[in-house]
């Protein structure tokens, strides 16, 4: 289960919005006949890369085991259901790490796998399976993507100087893992503030991926400029507005490419929580975000962020922007009692940088 596992992460920069999965094919000896990964959206599934890898080596199936990261489907989407082509192979047992959440398959593959008289077994690995797609959880069970919020700071939190300079506190090398966190994203986060500010790609370009993620703005005033860099060839580019109409800007985004949703809450801005709702319908699994500290300060004061990707510098700044503003409704506290409380998910060192993944407490419970 191990290499499965092994497998099912090298595929999860570029499925989106497939889960990741893994699957290694055994004989009656224990020894690897074959082995996948899920393939690009509309590829192949992991299971079928597995069986097509052990027919190319010449070997038969009957009798054999499949370590697979997930539950193989049993329904009809844009491939037909992997538990079929198990059955038909002549497996005869199958190790899966946990079921789907999938409301499609959420056992059945199970049940049909069993019916056709396949030995089932489930649990090996589904910690670290789960972890891999904490996205495709959160959307099926939660219905909203992973929110993840990277900031890269000097050790005393400042994001920016005063005058907003920022290039570059971090070094290439916590770039560099920015852009491979951003690679394994269905989309990128960011405000119109940040787009107007440092005209961005926000792209992946220091890592290399079979695909690009789709382009989040929140821009409750529409501001974005129709020429700005963002409008990559192949990228959809989706901005949420508030209740501001502009037809003359909407028409010029539109001929950019950019699908425009009007979402907004009473007081005119975008409904945050409804735009990540519209986001999850999309199938955005994770979503990476990459804003200013406005916006920041929103989407935590909301009580939308599930993890911090936090890269800080070796620098002492002083004065200069913070990671995220207002983030307590009620205004700054006068209790640490009120503070949101966090995990520790992992502490490493990046060339001369710390990033610290941190989570908030019980968000990934469901």
């Known amino acids: 289960m191990d290499k499965a596992l092994a497998l099912a992460s090298a595929a999860q920069a570029n499925v989106s919005p497939n889960p990741a999965v893994g699957c290694v094919i055994t004989n009656s000896k224990g020894e690897v006949i074959g082995q996948g990964q899920t393939q690009p959206v509309g590829g192949p599934h992991a299971e079928i890369m597995a069986i097509r890898d052990a027919a190319a080596r010449g070997h038969s199936l009957v009798g054999a085991t499949a370590y697979v990261t997930l539950e193989p489907c049993s329904h009809h989407g844009r491939t037909g259901p992997c538990c079929d082509a198990l059955i038909a192979a002549g497996i005869r047992r199958v190790v899966a790490s946990i079921a789907d959440p999938n409301p499609l398959v959420a056992g059945e593959g199970f049940a049909r796998l069993r019916a056709a008289g396949m030995e089932v077994h489930v649990g090996p690995g589904g910690a670290e399976s789960r972890e891999?797609?904490?996205?495709?959880?959160?959307?099926?069970?939660?219905?909203?993507p992973w929110l993840r919020m990277k900031v890269a700071a000097s050790i005393d939190g400042k994001?920016?100087?005063?005058?907003?300079?920022?290039?570059?506190?971090?070094?290439?090398?916590?770039?560099?893992?920015?852009?491979?966190?951003?690679?394994?994203?269905?989309?990128?986060?960011?405000?119109?503030?940040?787009?107007?500010?440092?005209?961005?790609?926000?792209?992946?370009?220091?890592?290399?991926?079979?695909?690009?993620?789709?382009?989040?703005?929140?821009?409750?005033?529409?501001?974005?400029?129709?020429?700005?860099?963002?409008?990559?060839?192949?990228?959809?580019?989706?901005?949420?507005?508030?209740?501001?109409?502009?037809?003359?800007?909407?028409?010029?985004?539109?001929?950019?490419?950019?699908?425009?949703?009007?979402?907004?809450?009473?007081?005119?801005?975008?409904?945050?929580?409804?735009?990540?709702?519209?986001?999850?319908?999309r199938e955005i699994n994770e979503l990476h975000v990459e804003a200013g500290h406005k916006l920041n300060g929103s989407l935590m004061r909301d009580g939308l962020v599930d993890e911090l990707l936090v890269y800080l510098a070796p620098k002492f700044i002083g004065s200069g922007m913070g990671m995220a503003s207002h983030v307590h409704a009620e205004g700054p506290l006068t209790e640490l009692a009120g503070a949101l409380p966090l995990e520790f998910r992992s502490v490493e060192m990046l060339g001369p940088d710390l990033r610290i993944v941190a989570r908030a407490s019980g968000r990934d419970k469901f």
């Not at 787009?195 to 890592?207: H, I, W």
């Not at 800007?249 to 945050?272: C, F």
């Open 132 to 144: 891999l797609n904490i996205g495709f959880f959160s959307r099926m069970i939660r219905k909203t």
């Open 159 to 281: 994001t920016a100087l005063d005058n907003g300079v920022s290039q570059w506190i971090t070094s290439e090398a916590a770039r560099t893992d920015g852009h491979a966190w951003r690679a394994r994203a269905s989309a990128v986060l960011t405000g119109v503030g940040t787009v107007l500010e440092d005209n961005p790609l926000l792209d992946v370009r220091l890592v290399e991926s079979g695909r690009q993620p789709h382009l989040v703005i929140v821009d409750s005033q529409l501001q974005t400029p129709p020429e700005a860099r963002l409008f990559l060839p192949g990228r959809s580019v989706w901005i949420y507005a508030g209740a501001r109409s502009n037809p003359e800007r909407e028409a010029a985004l539109k001929a950019r490419g950019a699908t425009l949703t009007h979402l907004p809450n009473p007081n005119g801005k975008v409904d945050l929580a409804a735009m990540l709702a519209d986001l999850a319908r």
